[in-house]
């Protein structure tokens, strides 16, 4: 909640690094997604959404994780209707824009998960998924996943094959190298533009050098 701490800063800065990924004027849709659970991504897509609709961008923020969604204990709100219940066709005509709730945050737009279903995967390889995702890329300057980890899972391929870039959340000193190697492996031969990996969970303060980072990231606005 900071906008001035250190932490708020680094999500400032992957923002920016995406901006120069050479992919902002054709990113209209992101997959943020990790090799296992607990890595952080759900935390990475929410502080993405509030930067990136800072810079007066319209933003939309879907919880894909139909399994263990989460993003609707961080926006404060309910997961009784969302994505699932969408694509499932149990949504009256009239209810359809309940689903696009409004937040807290300035220009950013939530859809939650909504109902987990028994079969998420046949709900993302859908064609009404595909129809949706496109409905809301013209209807927002970006749409943003929070996805399911990609190993053990397909959910995290689907979508990520049908997303304009991936951002793949990295947890330091929790997953294993190969398991971060194998992971953007099988994104890239699903057909995904990974455009990049934020490493999270990071202390600077381990590092030899970090008297001069920590200076930057500490001290600066002190």
Do not use: W
């Amino acid at each position: 909640k900071d906008t001035r701490s250190s932490v708020s800063e680094a999500y400032r800065t992957l923002r920016t690094s995406l901006q120069f990924a050479g992919t902002e004027d054709a990113m209209r849709t992101l997959v943020i997604t990790s090799s296992e659970p607990s890595e952080g991504k759900s935390t990475t897509a929410f502080k993405l959404a509030q930067d990136f609709a800072a810079l007066g961008r319209q933003v939309l923020i879907i919880d894909a994780d139909m399994r263990r969604p989460r993003l609707h204990r961080l926006f404060n709100t309910d997961n009784a209707i969302g994505l699932s219940n969408l694509l499932s066709n149990v949504v009256r005509q009239g209810d359809v824009v309940s689903i696009f709730r409004r937040t807290a945050f300035p220009n950013v737009t939530f859809m939650s998960a909504g109902t987990i279903p028994p079969n998420p995967v046949d709900l993302l390889t859908s064609q009404k998924m595909a129809m949706t995702l496109h409905f809301c890329a013209r209807k927002f300057d970006l749409v943003i996943l929070d996805c399911p980890p990609v190993m053990g899972l397909s959910d995290a391929p689907i979508l990520c094959r049908q997303a304009d870039a991936t951002l793949l959340a990295v947890s330091a000193n929790q997953v294993a190298r190969k398991s971060a190697k194998n992971a953007v492996a099988r994104l890239r031969s699903a057909g995904s533009n990974v455009v990049g990996a934020a490493l999270i969970k990071f202390q600077v303060d381990k590092l030899d050098y970090n008297y001069a980072h920590r200076y930057m990231g500490y001290s600066y606005y002190n």
